[in-house]
């Protein structure tokens, strides 16, 4: 009896973590685009000020129908955030034996592994969607190419 205890705890113990990873996603959601970041239509705020965004954001997000589910379909999405907040407590349930012992040891892991998806979305979506690469990164790329000896281009030497 009390192992299948033990294991009903661990289990609420991650649907838990997975509500507050869900909660703390939406409120990070609704702080950086609905109050600061302008991004209801008629709106300029941090995110969505024509003076330092993209011109093609702003028409993804604001002007071309159809808009993205944040917008037009809130409830969808936040249905999926909750899916994927508990998909990520159960993962983390799943490798957790594996990772050294210690909050701080285990959270930095943790926020590293969930910076690594973030990282590859932004390349899929500034870069791949919007063919707009991040500049600094192009140039540190072209500099290391550069002090290593070898041309970024077509190879022949002379860009």
Known sequence: MAKKQASTISLLRT???GLACFAAFVLG????????????RG????LFN?????SKLIAVWKEIEPLPLLVS????????YLASGI???FLYRSIRSA????????????????WSFGAFFELQGPVNLFHEAAMATVAVIEGVSRAHGQSVGSGDGKE
């Open 15 to 17: 649907l838990m973590g």
């Open 29 to 40: 959601l609704f702080f950086t685009f609905a109050r600061f970041g302008g991004s209801r």
């Open 43 to 46: 709106q300029t705020g941090l």
């Open 50 to 54: 024509p003076a330092t965004q993209s």
């Open 73 to 80: 379909s809130p409830s969808l999405m936040f249905a999926g």
């Open 87 to 89: 998909g990520w407590a």
């Open 99 to 114: 990772w050294p012992p210690g909050i701080v040891a285990r959270g930095t892991r943790l926020a590293l592994l969930i």
